[in-house]
Structures are given as structure tokens and as C-alpha cells.
């Protein structure tokens, strides 16, 4: 049976139980999480705001705030491994992948953001990711993007996205320049080499804005 319904079967029996007369009902959820809540009352699912937020965040309609405060929105919402992993069965990896390609720079950064969030010890997230062919964009933002903060996302997406995933490692490392570590055969599980690589590319970001990077 799935979690939440056994969770909320048991919830059900515990307060059917027969009480003294006059006696009022629990006025706690009993453990309910606020999934079963929403379903119980009948509010919107976290699945439900996640493609309303996703949705916000492309439409032309909405402005860049409003696109940014549904972007955190979405951020927060899939810091919780099972809505990360509700990304590929709700269709929204394509889109999100899609605005790391934004010409809004905040747009950018969000995507970088929310795609590091996703895949930070979920293999099947790292998995989707690469599938998707992250990996290169996130890389090709790392080394070339105008704006420094939507580079410091990318690396932070980057390092998520390879740890203890080596199909994702390596290819990071057939992307990556032979000076920022590419180009050599690492292990995912071992974290000194690849937080070298790492700090070199933050390196690289510092002298960037020496260079005038935004």
C-alpha cells in the first residue's frame, strides 16, 4: 500500500474509535503529513505546485518577480527527495534543463539552483540529468557565463550532479578542459579529487571578476 494512504488508514481507525459520550475528537493530525492533509481537505498537492510554479515560471504573462518568487517556490518544494524524483513522471525536467538556457540571467541562476537542489544524493535525479544532457550546459555555464552568480550555481549544480554518480562524473570530466581537471579517470566515491576540481573552477570564477564578469 502506498506510505501516505497506509498513513492515512491508520489515522482513520485511531479516530473512529469509540469514544465516551460528551468526549471531543482529537484536535491534532496524528502524524499526517501535509500531502495527506491537502488530499484529505482536498488542497493542492505538492505535484500540483510544482507545475503551477513550473508553469509560472514560463509563461510570458508572468513578469521576471513574480517568475523568481515561483522559482524559489519550486526550489523549496523539491528539496523533498520524493518531489525530486516527481520531476520525471510530471514532465517538468525538459522545462526546467530548457532555462539554463534563459537570457534572463536570474533565470539562469534559479535553473542551476533547482537542478543542483534535485540531484544532491538522488541517484535517480543524477541519472535523469544526465539523460537530459545537463551536464554540458552546466559546464558550458561554468566556463563562460557573464554572471557570476549564475556560475557559482552551475558549479554548485556540477559538484551535486557527479558525487557518488560516476556516469555523471565522467562525463563532466570528457566536458570539462584539462585544466580544470578534465580529461583523467576519477572515482564518484572519492571526494578529494573532485572537490579539486571544484575549487578550480571557483577559482576560475574569482579571477573572472577581476576580468569584469558581472
Known amino acids: 500500500m502506498n506510505p ?31 500531502e495527506i492533509l491537502a488530499a484529505l481537505m482536498g488542497g493542492p498537492s505538492d505535484a500540483d505546485l510544482m507545475r503551477e510554479s513550473m508553469a ?24 523533498q527527495i520524493d518531489n525530486a524524483n516527481n520531476l520525471a513522471p510530471l ?15 536570474e533565470l539562469r541562476r534559479m535553473a ?13 535525479a543524477q541519472e535523469k540529468a544526465l539523460e537530459l544532457n ?13 554572471s557570476l552568480p549564475v556560475r557559482q550555481k552551475a558549479i554548485y549544480a556540477l559538484s551535486s550532479e557527479v558525487r557518488n554518480y560516476q556516469p555523471g562524473l565522467d562525463r563532466a570530466l570528457e566536458e570539462l578542459p584539462s585544466q580544470y581537471g578534465g580529461r583523467q579517470t576519477l572515482d564518484a566515491g572519492d571526494m578529494e579529487p573532485i572537490d579539486k576540481i571544484m575549487a578550480l573552477l571557483r577559482q576560475s570564477i574569482k579571477v573572472g571578476v577581476t576580468n569584469g564578469i558581472a
Open 4 to 34: 501516505g494512504m497506509n498513513s492515512l488508514l491508520k489515522w482513520s481507525v485511531e479516530n473512529s474509535a469509540a469514544r465516551e459520550p460528551g468526549q471531543a475528537p482529537p484536535s491534532h493530525s496524528g502524524g499526517l503529513n501535509t
Open 56 to 79: 509560472a515560471i514560463l509563461s510570458p504573462e508572468v513578469d521576471l518577480a513574480n517568475k523568481l518568487v515561483a522559482f524559489d517556490n519550486f526550489e523549496q518544494l523539491i528539496e
Open 91 to 105: 514532465a517538468l525536467w525538459p522545462p526546467l534543463i530548457g532555462m539554463l538556457d534563459s537570457p534572463e540571467a
Open 112 to 124: 542551476a539552483w533547482c537542478v543542483g537542489t534535485a540531484v544532491q544524493n538522488n541517484p535517480k
Open 134 to 146: 545537463a551536464i554540458p550546459k552546466l559546464v558550458a555555464i561554468t566556463m563562460s557565463d557573464p
